[in-house]
């Protein structure tokens, strides 16, 4: 059963620190999205890849965010220096190139306190 | 861009009943509609999709209706049970380009009461 994988599930760290999430996706897949949720905002697009280059990335404060795909299997998001603001569930999730259907991950809460 | 407009926020039926959350969009060129059911702790999972070439899709208990020409889409719940408790977003794939990006809705949190 292929699934998305996340590491953290859980992250709590002070304020200033770095934090860094990672995904992989599901084997074959080559698109892969970041998102946010908050009980604000609902589901956020951060930053979106294909074939390990970055498409979108609007989403993205560029001033601490950063996003990137070091190999087909892995995914990281970076933040640094982390604000409590940044507190939220940060899901990664994969597709195909020509579908539309995404697969999430389970997500990593964040807190920053 | 694409905005996707979902109703109600809240929804709360008695066990058995149906459940109906609607969604609106405003780019005539989407051509893809999922729906995702996020459990308590849990990501979002596919749960239906529909694409514009159809106007109703059916999986048991659950189907989606889909009017082009109003630009809305709606996730029809059957015989709802407490363990379709969750929250239900929808999303459209924007036309241009075939990037694979979704926008979402703003969630319903369907409570299924025993």
């Known amino acids: 059963d292929a699934r998305v994988t996340q590491t953290p599930r859980d992250k709590v760290t002070e304020m200033g620190q770095e934090v860094t999430m990672r995904c992989q996706p599901i084997?074959?897949?080559?698109?892969v999205f970041w998102y946010r949720q908050t009980m604000m905002q609902g589901l956020e697009l951060l930053a979106y890849?294909?074939?390990?280059?970055?498409?979108?990335d609007s989403g993205m404060p560029k001033d601490r965010f950063s996003a990137e795909m070091p190999d087909a299997t892995l995914a990281t998001l970076k933040i640094q220096p982390s604000e409590p603001r940044d507190s939220a569930v940060y899901f990664c999730?994969?597709?195909?190139?020509?579908?539309?259907?995404?697969?999430f991950g389970p997500g990593t809460r964040l807190l920053v306190l | 861009g694409e905005n996707v407009e979902q109703h109600p926020s809240t929804l709360s039926v008695q066990e058995g009943d149906s459940a109906v959350i609607k969604c609106t969009y405003s780019?005539?060129?989407?051509?893809?509609f999922p729906w995702y059911k996020q459990e308590l702790g849990k990501g979002p999972q596919l749960i239906i999709d529909?694409?514009?070439?159809?106007g109703e899709k059916k999986d048991q208990r659950i189907a989606v209706t889909l009017n082009k020409t109003a630009k809305h889409f709606s996730l029809h719940i059957t015989e709802t049970q407490p363990e379709d408790s969750a929250v239900y977003f929808c999303?459209?794939?924007?036309?241009?380009?075939?990037?694979?990006?979704?926008?979402f809705g703003q969630g319903t949190t369907l409570q299924v009461k025993p």
């Open positions: 999730a994969s597709g195909t190139r020509w579908g539309e259907t995404q697969y």
């Open positions: 999303a459209a794939s924007p036309g241009s380009g075939n990037t694979g990006k979704l926008i």
């Open positions: 084997l074959g897949h080559n698109t």
């Open positions: 890849f294909r074939n390990r280059a970055p498409l979108d």
């Open positions: 529909i694409r514009s070439n159809v």
């Open positions: 780019d005539s060129a989407s051509n893809y």
